[in-house]
């Protein structure tokens, strides 16, 4: 008997529908349609003003979107982590950083020296545990910033150009740990401006431009030919207005 093959579609993270969102008299999210898979990294990319960092900020749950729904499966608040283009630490080490948002997440303080332990090594951050975090270098900030973020082991970790303006150095630091915390099974939304970048860390592109979803696609499949006018325009260095 023949047998027809159905394709499942993959399973979804996140998903954004029709989301509408105005600042200062202007839609700056114009019914955004938008799914994040619930594997490997998927990059926002697109140019300045097409609404990747709000879509993010909604995504995380920090503003609400006036139409439209932000839809998930994840249980709890602590599944889904943001971490921000500069980072924000306290006037403390690294490690009472890392103490300090285990405490409050709620991990048991008898489990949280194991735990600050296995984030350190995991972040490579053993060397400097003791420093104080505001006076380390931006890539190394930044790293402290993504560790921490990930102490609550979130499974959808958003990331807004976390590599704006560091070196090159920093910047293979930061894309190794997006790495390998994709490789721990976490789902990660990167917004990145850089071709660089997301050829070598996305699995999947969205393509944003004035507050909509213009192309989604396999990030191989992006890379080598776009569909839009608008992402070719914009991958061939050409201005968007």
Known sequence: ??????????????????????????????????????????????????????????????????????????????????????????????????????????????KRKARIADLLDFGRLGAIADSPARALSGGEQQRVAMVRALAAKPKLL?????TASLDPQATDAIETLIRDTAAAGAAIVLVTHDRGQATRLADHIRFMHRGQLVEAAPAAQFMLAQKSPEAQAYLSGHLLL
């Open 1 to 110: 008997m023949l047998r027809l093959v159905q394709n499942t579609p993959p399973p979804v993270a996140l998903r954004l529908d029709d989301v509408g969102l105005c600042r200062g008299g202007r839609m700056v999210l114009d019914g955004l349609s938008l799914d994040v898979p619930a594997q490997g990294i998927t990059a926002i990319m697109g140019p300045n003003g097409a609404g990747k960092s709000l879509s993010l900020r909604i995504m995380a749950g920090l503003i609400a979107p006036e139409a439209g729904t932000c839809t998930h499966d994840l249980s709890g608040k602590q599944d889904i982590a943001l971490v921000f283009q500069k980072p924000v630490l306290l006037r403390r080490t690294v490690r009472a950083n890392l103490a300090h948002a285990l405490a409050i997440y709620g991990v048991p303080r008898a």
């Open 158 to 162: 958003l990331l807004d150009e976390p």
